[in-house]
């Protein structure tokens, strides 16, 4: 076992690892954070996506040894600070971009790594982004919406679903 330390959403965190611990498994068992998902064992559905470092990783196929030190952000800091819904989960509740729930915090998770680096993406952009993440409920076009609205644009013209 090997002793860790990490930022997860803002709050430091050690724990002891092996060298086969993912990040997914430290996230869920060792912190008790459960938002993020496991959904597969080939690293497509997406389900495990956080940041690490800003960038989205899927956990499932991230090593907690590989990361020591990193700045990691999970569905759960996702809030704002008084704990309302942040922008982005916001859009998804008001366009019904979820069902089940299972996929959504990866999706917001990569929704929020896609609107850094391009804030106003067009449906096309989103629909490629999301190619990493998979949806057994919602047929993707309310999730879609919900980024775009998430992003400041006007999704009216969009097709109800
Ligand atoms: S759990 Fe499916 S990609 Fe990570
Ligand atoms: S809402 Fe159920 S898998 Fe996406």
């Known amino acids: ?12 965190v050690s724990g002891d690892v092996e060298g086969r ?14 938002g993020t998902h496991v959904g597969c064992d080939t690293s497509q559905c997406g389900a495990c996506v956080v940041h690490v470092n800003g960038e989205a990783v899927k956990s499932c196929t991230t090593l907690v040894l590989d990361i020591d030190g990193a700045e990691v952000k999970t569905i759960e800091g996702m809030t704002n600070a008084d ?3 942040g922008v982005i989960q916001q859009a998804f509740q008001d366009h ?11 999706m ?6 896609l609107l850094k ?3 106003k993406p067009s449906e096309a952009e989103v629909r490629e982004y999301l190619e990493g993440n998979i949806c057994r409920c919602t047929g ?5 919406k919900a980024i775009m609205a998430a992003s400041g644009q006007d999704v009216a013209p969009m097709a109800a679903e």
């Open 21 to 34: 611990t993912l990040l997914s498994e430290f996230l869920r068992e060792g912190q008790r954070m459960t």
């Open 83 to 85: 704990g309302s819904l």
């Open 96 to 106: 019904h971009g979820l069902q089940c729930g299972f996929c959504t915090p990866g």
């Open 117 to 119: 680096d391009n804030p």
């Open 1 to 12: 076992m090997t002793q860790v330390t990490m930022t997860v959403n803002g709050k430091a």
């Open 108 to 113: 917001v998770m990569s929704a929020a790594a």
């Open 140 to 144: 993707y076009h309310n999730i879609v």
